[in-house]
């Protein structure tokens, strides 16, 4: 089984307390490497918003149903251009053939340099071509061989409506197993989660069986709870639902743009180098780049369970 160079276990009882950085400390630096969610629409607001700080922000595109590759493909060489690292989803079931899919792969790689994917299987029901999952494309091509270095993997801490615990743990350690036999470096990158416990409960489970990956923890930028009960419902994510419930009990905090404080202080909290953070800014992008550019550079002050941003 692949393992990574450092295992981010949780401080043992042997250590101290002065061993353990204080929590403003450890959300800055949970928050140094933050990586965002953009369609081919939206990215163009962020062309227009993000100075040369963010030089080799990670900066995924998500290729939409129905819409043309070519428009993630145009989208990768302009945030390329502008000195980003573009990660695009390639959707298993919604590539048409082998042909076309090693076409686009060297248009990524060999035309723009791109290095790196997202490979998710798609939630259509009958794949465009002869890809029926993630595991099935990756046995057909080297990705190695194409130019692609990192593969991302999407990981389900909340579960999948339609599989298994038995089955995910599977599937990934064949993944990894894979990415291992083709050199590739891989890591995971969740869906969103509304509470990070079930995150840490994850985490703890793939250490027991062996596994260690560095995972990126989607999370939703800030948004209104209106909004993220929208997106929390046609998601279905198990007891993240629970906590938004939880914390939408008044009608006023529906209106009421909400950045994930209680997320990421409690993933903090565990105190895991491991974990880094991805955002989906359902809110906006400017809203979620200015969020987490605060928490990222220490303009933001930890108070009880809240985080204040200063300024």
Not at 52 to 67: E, K
């Amino acid at each position: 089984m692949l393992q990574a160079d450092h295992a981010g276990a949780a401080p043992s009882s042997t250590e101290t307390i002065q061993d353990t950085p204080p929590i403003g400390q450890r959300i800055q630096s949970l928050c140094q490497d933050w990586s965002l969610e953009v369609t081919p629409g939206t990215a163009a607001s962020l062309l227009d918003m993000i100075p040369s700080s963010d030089v080799n922000r990670q900066v995924y595109i998500t290729h939409l149903p129905g819409q043309p590759f070519e428009d993630v493909i145009h989208t990768a060489r302009r945030l390329k251009c502008q000195n980003f690292d573009p990660v695009p989803h390639l959707v298993a079931r919604r590539v048409p053939d082998r042909n076309t899919l090693l076409r686009w792969i060297e248009q990524l790689s060999g035309d723009i340099g791109i290095d790196a994917v997202l490979l998710i299987a798609g939630g259509m029901t009958t794949p465009l071509g002869p890809y029926q999952d993630t595991l099935a494309l990756l046995e057909d091509i080297s990705l190695s061989e194409q130019g692609i270095r990192r593969l991302a993997i999407a990981g389900h801490p909340e579960g999948h409506p339609h599989a298994s615990e038995a089955t995910l743990d599977q599937a990934l350690e064949t993944k990894l197993d894979h990415a291992e036999r083709d050199g590739l470096q891989p890591y995971v990158v969740t869906q969103f989660l509304f509470d990070a416990q079930p995150l840490i409960d994850w985490r703890q489970h793939l250490h027991q069986r062996g596994i260690d990956v560095p995972i990126r923890v989607g999370l939703p930028g800030p948004a209104s709870l209106a909004t993220l009960w929208k997106y929390a419902l046609s998601c279905g994510i198990g007891p993240s639902v629970a906590a938004l419930q939880h914390q939408g009990g008044k009608l006023f905090q529906l209106a009421r743009s909400r950045p994930p404080v209680e997320q990421v202080m409690g993933l903090a909290q565990a105190n895991d180098p491991t974990l880094s953070l991805h955002f989906y800014p359902f809110g906006g992008i400017d809203k979620t780049v200015a969020w987490c550019r605060a928490l990222e550079t220490g303009q933001f002050e930890p108070q009880h369970q809240d985080i204040v941003v200063k300024g």
